[in-house]
Each structure stands twice: as structure tokens, then as C-alpha cells.
């Protein structure tokens, strides 16, 4: 079982950067490939990034490349992403998510545990 906590949402100004972690409680954090992922008001949920168990290799969406940076430190059981250059676009909950089959982006519906979430918001 995993418990996963988001945090670091919050508003800022478009161009600006934000910190987004999410806590992993369990002792078999390593084990899982780490998604970030977000869902804006009237859309699908989306897949924004993912990470390996080692953090080594990494993926992301077209629309965040160069701009979001996924990472993580297994001795905290912590992931991150760090998003710079906001666009009011960006603007959803974003949630985390862990996948014990080490995919980097997994099928929305196979992540075996989900974060509640933590609101992101640019204002243009």
C-alpha cells in the first residue's frame, strides 16, 4: 500500500514557477514509476510527466517539455516537478501517481495509486 500527498500548489502569475511534491508513505516507493499528472476544469485528465524507479530516465508531455522537470529522491520518498515559464494553459489539479510496473507514462487507468490532488493556477 502507498499513500501519496501532494503540495507546493498554488497561484502565480504567468512566466512564473512553482514546486509541486508529493510524499510517498510505504516502504516500496522505489519500486514504483512516478507519474505527474493534471486535469483542467471541463477536460480529461492528462499525462504531464513520468520518472523511472531510479530516477534515470525521465518523459513528458509535448506541451511542457523545456519547461517541467520531473525528479525524485528515493531516500525521501519524495517526487517533484518543477514547472517554470507557467502559461495561463497550465492552469489544473495536478495530482501524482505510482505505477509498480515501472512504466513511464502508464495508461490513465492503470496508475495503482493516486494522490488527492493539489490545485495549480496562472493567471495571465
Known amino acids: 500500500q502507498v499513500q501519496l500527498v501532494e503540495s507546493g500548489g498554488g497561484l502565480v502569475q504567468a512566466g512564473g514557477s512553482l514546486r509541486l511534491s508529493c510524499a510517498a508513505s510505504g516502504r516500496s516507493f522505489s519500486n514504483y514509476a512516478m507519474g505527474w499528472l493534471r486535469q483542467a476544469p471541463g477536460k480529461e485528465r492528462e499525462f504531464v510527466a513520468g520518472?523511472?524507479?531510479?530516477?534515470?530516465?525521465?518523459a513528458y508531455a509535448d506541451s511542457v517539455k523545456g519547461r517541467f522537470t520531473i525528479s525524485r529522491d528515493n531516500t525521501k520518498n519524495t517526487v517533484y516537478l518543477q514547472m517554470n515559464s507557467l502559461k495561463p494553459e497550465d492552469t489544473a489539479v495536478y495530482y501524482c501517481?505510482?505505477?509498480?510496473?515501472?512504466?513511464?507514462?502508464?495508461?490513465?487507468?492503470?496508475?495503482?495509486?493516486w494522490g488527492q490532488g493539489t490545485q495549480v493556477t496562472v493567471s495571465s
Open positions: 501517481a505510482a505505477d509498480r510496473l515501472g512504466r513511464l507514462s502508464a495508461p490513465l487507468r492503470s496508475y495503482d495509486y
Open positions: 520518472i523511472s524507479t531510479g530516477g534515470r530516465n525521465t
